[in-house]
């Protein structure tokens, strides 16, 4: 399909987002590199996408759990460590993993290849989260433990204490 098409069918079909390969919005949290494919905008907020590229040895936040989103990860490649209470599970290409509301976990990056992931949020409102960690670390303060439980607050997240 031309270009000039695919432009005519989408101003036909307003109801649908298409984000290309190298589009969408760019996150750089630290050695995480995280693409916005949708941030809920185009479905009412009921779901966002991101696709997130995870540096070897790259460790995630604090073990956490959300209040009131599911959140899933298909590992598209690598391995990336979920850690689940205190549970390790390693996931490699291939693998979806779904945290419902209430669960607590984290994430990382074990190996020393980059790790490759497709997370979904239901619903969408979690990737502001996200831009308020760039804006952090934008600001020039460091991206400590207590500014990243900050920001979860502000999203109905919060600590597992027991584990974090």
Request: aromatic share 8%.
């Amino acid at each position: 399909m031309s270009e000039e098409a695919k432009s005519s069918e989408q101003q036909t079909y307003p109801g649908v987002s298409v984000v290309g390969s190298g589009e969408g919005e760019t996150i750089v949290l630290g050695t995480t590199r995280m693409r916005v494919l949708e941030d809920g905008s185009h479905t009412g907020h009921r779901l966002a996408i991101t696709e997130s590229v995870l540096a070897p040895y790259t460790q995630g936040p604090p073990q956490h759990l959300h209040g009131q989103h599911d959140e899933g990860f298909y590992i598209l490649s690598g391995t990336v460590r979920f850690t689940v209470g205190d549970e390790d599970y390693d996931a490699t290409a291939g693998t979806l993993v779904m945290v419902s509301p209430g669960t607590p976990h984290t994430f990382a990056n074990p190996s020393d290849q980059p790790a490759v992931m497709l997370s979904t949020f239901s619903p969408g409102l979690y990737v502001q989260y996200f831009r308020d960690l760039q804006e952090v670390l934008a600001d020039g303060r460091p991206l400590t433990r207590q500014a990243n439980i900050d920001a979860m607050s502000r999203y109905a997240t919060e600590p597992a204490t027991d584990l974090a």
